[in-house]
C-alpha cells in the first residue's frame, strides 16, 4: 500500500523560506514520477512542481526561480524547497505519486503572514 508522509510546513514571514519533505513508502520509489500541488482556501488545487524519475523537472510558473523539487532516493524522499515566500503561496501542499492510480498525502499547511 503506498504511503506518503509530508511534513515540514508552518507559518513564515514573507521572504522566508521552508522546505517539505514527503516520505514514501509501498513502492518502487526511484521509478515514480513525484510532485507537490496545493489548494488556497476557495480556489482549485494546482500543481507547484514535479519530478521524473531521472530527476527532470517542471513548476508552475507562479514559482520559478523561488521553488526547487529535488528527490533521494535511497531515503525514499522528495523535497520543495521554497525561497521568498510569498502571502499567496499560503496553501495546503499535498506530495503526490503520479500515475493510475495517483496517490497523494494528507497535506502540510504553509502559511506566509507577517
Known amino acids: 500500500q503506498v504511503q506518503l508522509a509530508e511534513s515540514g510546513g508552518g507559518l513564515v514571514q514573507p521572504g522566508g523560506s521552508l522546505r517539505l519533505s514527503c516520505l514514501a513508502s509501498g513502492t518502487i520509489f526511484r521509478l515514480n514520477t513525484m510532485g507537490w500541488y496545493r489548494q488556497a482556501p476557495g480556489k482549485q488545487r494546482e500543481l507547484v512542481a514535479i519530478?521524473?524519475?531521472?530527476?527532470?523537472?517542471e513548476y508552475a510558473d507562479s514559482v520559478k526561480g523561488r521553488f526547487t523539487i529535488s528527490r533521494d532516493n535511497a531515503k525514499n524522499t522528495v523535497y520543495l524547497q521554497m525561497n521568498s515566500l510569498k502571502p499567496d503561496d499560503t496553501a495546503v501542499y499535498y506530495c503526490?505519486?503520479?500515475?493510475?492510480?495517483?496517490?497523494w498525502g494528507q497535506g502540510t499547511q504553509v502559511t506566509v503572514s507577517s
Open positions: 503526490v505519486k503520479t500515475g493510475t492510480p495517483a496517490y
Open positions: 519530478i521524473s524519475p531521472g530527476s527532470d523537472t
